[in-house]
């Protein structure tokens, strides 16, 4: 049996997944809200809750550089989507949390995000197509055997 060329899965999926942000940015921009890079890190503190985060762990849970998570904060914190709070024990430490507002444009993004991922995504496949896409995209969150050696 012969090897794929890898390039012949990449770039399709690439070319996909560069078209159908496209379609979710262009949404969020007709709609007046900010783009998927806001989107995504209201929704990491969201999901922390009162804890909030540090932005060493927006860093990684948004694969970001660190003056990523630090420029796109301090927009945030200007718009009024999240506050600072100093970190105990560590002086020069915050921890990032999300306000009121943050979360109420975190939920209006995606009313217009869910929607534009219905649009751009499902009128491609039947339902079982879609799960077998799904599973086989899976494959690339799973150790390989190359990982193993």
């Known amino acids: 049996m012969e090897t794929p060329d890898p390039f012949d899965i990449w770039l399709p999926l690439a070319r996909a997944h560069k078209s159908i942000l496209a379609t979710v940015e262009a949404a969020l921009k007709q709609a007046g809200l900010p783009g998927l890079d806001w989107y995504d890190m209201l929704?990491?503190?969201?999901?922390?809750?009162?804890?909030?985060?540090?932005?060493?762990?927006l860093q990684q849970k948004l694969l970001l550089p660190q003056y990523g998570v630090s420029r796109l904060a301090d927009r945030l914190?200007?718009?009024?989507?999240?506050?600072?709070?100093?970190?105990?024990?560590?002086?020069?430490?915050?921890?990032?949390?999300?306000?009121?507002?943050?979360?109420?444009?975190?939920?209006?993004?995606?009313?217009?995000?869910?929607?534009?991922?219905?649009?751009?995504?499902?009128?491609?496949?039947s339902p079982g197509e879609a799960r077998r896409l799904a599973e086989?995209?899976?494959?690339?969150?799973?150790?390989?055997?190359?990982?193993?050696?």
């Open 136 to 149: 086989l995209l899976a494959k690339f969150l799973r150790p390989s055997p190359a990982d193993k050696i």
């Open 43 to 57: 929704w990491e503190l969201e999901r922390a809750g009162n804890e909030g985060l540090r932005p060493y762990e």
């Open 77 to 125: 914190a200007k718009a009024g989507y999240l506050i600072r709070q100093e970190c105990s024990g560590d002086g020069r430490g915050q921890i990032l949390l999300l306000t009121a507002a943050g979360a109420e444009t975190r939920a209006q993004m995606w009313t217009v995000y869910s929607e534009a991922m219905q649009q751009a995504v499902t009128p491609h496949f």
